[in-house]
């Protein structure tokens, strides 16, 4: 049983076209984030989500649109995708800690996106 | 600004090394502090929460010094299955938590 599952594992699209990755935790989490690594492996938050309400919103283009219909799903809409979006998006989860903030995350295996 | 900085390495490194690798933040009031561990093209998995007091895990001990801001992660008696990205992640706080991740230092273990 997976904990925290991504689809597509790998997305080959063209410059220009809309594409999603979907996120599902059956953790039991009430918080779900979207990361991002680029080709130098750093890894950075998009967008986080405590029980469907959008928490943390980075600065990240309005061409990416997250969704959460519900506390374990978090999708990532793109439109518009630049050779620049490619990368590796990461969803992950977590269980809020209270205001110590301790949050452990789960990671999913990863989308690698190309935009060619 | 949120910063968490790492030596990128790599560290190479041969069988049953020990080897230590440090990371420094940049926001004093930063109240947990972990290293994760992240495989050639895997997720970032965790290793370790990092304590005040300091905590060790097997081989792996990790110590967390407030006053200068940085946080270590020693490595003793390195194996082979120990070659991997070790990644720095500190939480910058609130209720909701805003976990900042280091770029990582990649570790090497040879033969």
């Known amino acids: 049983d997976t904990a925290v599952s991504q689809t597509p594992k790998y997305l080959v699209t063209q410059m220009g076209n809309d594409k999603s990755i979907k996120c599902e935790q059956n953790?039991?989490?009430?918080?779900m984030y979207w990361y991002k690594q680029d080709s130098k492996k750093f890894l950075k938050i998009m967008f986080s989500?405590?029980?469907?309400?959008?928490?943390i919103n980075e600065t990240v283009p309005n061409r990416f649109s997250p969704k959460s219909p519900d506390k374990a799903h978090l999708n990532l809409h793109i439109n518009s995708l630049e050779l620049g979006d490619s990368a590796v998006y990461f969803c992950?989860?977590?269980?809020?800690?209270?205001?110590?903030?301790?949050?452990?995350?789960?990671f999913g295996a990863g989308s690698r996106l190309t935009v060619l | 600004r949120k910063e968490v900085e790492q030596d990128p390495g790599p560290f190479n490194v041969p069988e049953g090394a020990t080897v230590a690798f440090n990371c420094t933040y940049s926001?004093?009031?930063?109240?947990?502090f972990f290293w994760y561990r992240q495989d050639c093209r895997k997720e970032p998995k965790l290793l370790m929460s990092?304590?005040?007091s300091g905590n060790e895990d097997g081989r792996f001990t990790a110590q967390l010094n407030r006053a200068s801001q940085y946080i270590s992660l020693l490595i003793r008696d390195s194996k082979l299955s120990d070659s991997a990205t070790y990644l720095c992640?500190?939480?910058?706080?609130?209720?909701?938590?805003?976990?900042?991740f280091g770029k990582g230092t990649k570790l090497s273990v040879k033969p």
């Open positions: 992950a989860s977590s269980q809020h800690q209270g205001n110590s903030g301790a949050n452990v995350l789960t």
């Open positions: 990092v304590y005040s």
């Open positions: 953790l039991g989490h009430d918080t």
């Open positions: 989500y405590n029980n469907k309400e959008l928490i």
């Open positions: 992640v500190v939480n910058y706080g609130g209720s909701q938590g805003n976990l900042i």
């Open positions: 926001n004093s009031a930063s109240q947990s």
